[in-house]
């Protein structure tokens, strides 16, 4: 059996009507007898249950790495610290180092870096997906939290959940963020087709 198609709406900047175009296509497939995913990959400002009149609940946190010192181990040798691109380690002379966690994209090179294990995994929460439903329709989104920048990771474990979950439904709709940043060529790299909404001005 063929997969599922996947549709993603996406637009070079906001406010030219993604969002409405997303939810009005997903609808007008609803209205065709097709069981429909409407999944909101516009994870900074996600609204699809806005515009579907919904409330919705919490499916699970998103997470990912931060590390945490051990103290009992750390000889305080400095070399997570040099090694981190984000500067989310700060050391003083003789002390373990201290994670500023605001500062740290979680990539690891810390917990490679020191030789005797000091570091140890702990996590971060970045957002949370959600779902709703409503006809023959059901949504699911991601949202990151307020102050995280790595939105690209909200719409990875978005997606891979939608992705899951395709061969439940007929046909599935992406509402992707607007411009052409990382989290949106996720959602597109996963789409048959792509509706691009625009405005008739240079910045359309
Ligand atoms: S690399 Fe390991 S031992 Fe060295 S300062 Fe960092 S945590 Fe401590
Ligand atoms: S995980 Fe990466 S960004 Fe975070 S503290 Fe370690 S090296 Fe720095």
């Known amino acids: 059996m063929s997969k599922p198609p996947i549709v993603a709406v996406t637009g070079g900047k906001g406010g030219v009507g993604k969002t409405t175009v997303a939810v009005g296509l ?8 097709l069981s429909v995913l409407l999944v909101d990959a516009d994870v900074d400002n996600p609204n699809c249950h806005e515009l579907l009149g919904v409330s919705v609940e919490k499916l699970a946190d998103v997470t990912s790495f931060l590390p945490a010192i051990d103290e009992s181990r750390c000889t305080g040798c400095g070399i997570c610290v ?72 909200v719409v990875d474990a978005l ?21 052409l940043g990382n989290a949106v060529v996720r959602a597109l790299r996963v789409a048959d087709l792509a509706v691009v909404v625009t405005k008739p001005t240079p910045l359309g």
């Open 26 to 33: 997903a609808l007008a497939f609803v209205r065709r007898g």
């Open 82 to 153: 040099g090694i981190c691109p984000d500067f989310a380690l700060l050391i003083k002379p003789g002390e373990a180092p201290k994670v500023v966690e605001s500062r740290c994209s979680g990539c690891m090179a810390c917990s490679f870096a020191c030789q005797v294990g000091a570091i140890i995994r702990s996590t971060k929460v970045l957002g949370e997906l959600f779902t709703a439903a409503r006809y023959n329709l059901r949504l699911i989104g991601g949202k990151l939290k307020p102050g995280e920048a790595r939105s690209p990771l």
């Open 159 to 179: 997606l891979k959940r939608a992705m899951a979950e395709r061969g439940d439904y007929d046909v599935l709709v992406i509402d992707s963020a607007p411009g």
